[in-house]
């Protein structure tokens, strides 16, 4: 059974531009989760979605937004990118998102913004 | 707001070297407390996941346990290809979003 699969894993972008990326979860599983991992911050909870609609947000600016598909997969966006934008990207699926759904977790995408 | 405080931040271990993480966690509801493993350049990996206090589970030369102020990861007689970073993340009120600590590093040397 395949994994979670993100692409790209790495992007540079300048200030100033947008960046979108691409989470395919595993099959069957309907709830993605995206996350950003920072060495300063750790693993920080951007948004949840679950039959195309967003559930759960967490404490990001609005320039980050995502969307999903009606095959589940899922995309974010990260508009107008700043230096502090640099990060792992990770995506989280999980069957139906339930309280106490194991949550599997792709490669990442690496972004690094000059 | 939920808090999760993991400890020591980072840990150096000779091969056969048992030793315990910790993982401690200020939460209105707990749900579901997971442990992860992280390799350099990798997604975190599933682990465990223990739901109520004095709950324990164990896989090879791991084992978590869980009271209702914090969690441990028990390392017996560990290998170098258990060096990584280990992650502790909860789970609490109606929402599924994982609060995680910053983790505990690992390197376990011949």
């Known amino acids: 059974k395949a994994g979670v699969t993100q692409t790209p894993r790495y992007l540079i972008k300048t200030r100033g531009q947008q960046v979108t990326l691409s989470c395919s979860p595993i099959?069957?599983?309907?709830?993605v989760s995206w996350y950003q991992q920072t060495p300063g911050q750790g693993l920080q909870f951007l948004f949840e979605?679950?039959?195309?609609?967003?559930?759960n947000k967490g404490n990001f600016p609005g320039r980050f937004s995502g969307r999903q598909f009606s095959n589940s997969r899922s995309e974010m966006n990260v508009s107008t990118l700043e230096l502090g934008d640099s990060a792992l990207y990770l995506c989280?699926?999980?069957?139906?998102?339930?309280?106490?759904?194991?949550?599997?977790f792709g490669a990442g995408t690496r972004l690094s913004v000059l | 707001e939920d808090q999760v405080t993991q400890s020591p931040e980072a840990l150096r271990l000779q091969e056969g070297e048992s030793s315990s993480l910790n993982c401690s966690y200020t939460?209105?509801?707990?749900?579901?407390l997971f442990w992860y493993r992280q390799d350099p350049g990798k997604g975190p990996e599933f682990l465990f996941t223990?739901?109520?206090a004095g709950e324990e589970k164990e896989k090879e030369r791991l084992k978590a346990t869980l009271t209702k102020k914090e969690s441990f990861l028990h390392i017996t007689a560990p290998k170098p290809e258990d060096s990584a970073t280990y992650l502790c993340?909860?789970?609490?009120?109606?929402?599924?979003?994982?609060?995680f600590g910053t983790g505990t590093r690992l390197q376990v040397t011949l």
């Open positions: 993340a909860v789970q609490a009120g109606t929402a599924s979003k994982l609060t």
């Open positions: 939460v209105s509801g707990l749900r579901g």
């Open positions: 979605y679950f039959s195309e609609t967003q559930r």
């Open positions: 223990l739901y109520s």
């Open positions: 099959s069957g599983h309907r709830s």
């Open positions: 989280a699926s999980s069957l139906d998102g339930g309280v106490g759904n194991i949550q599997y």
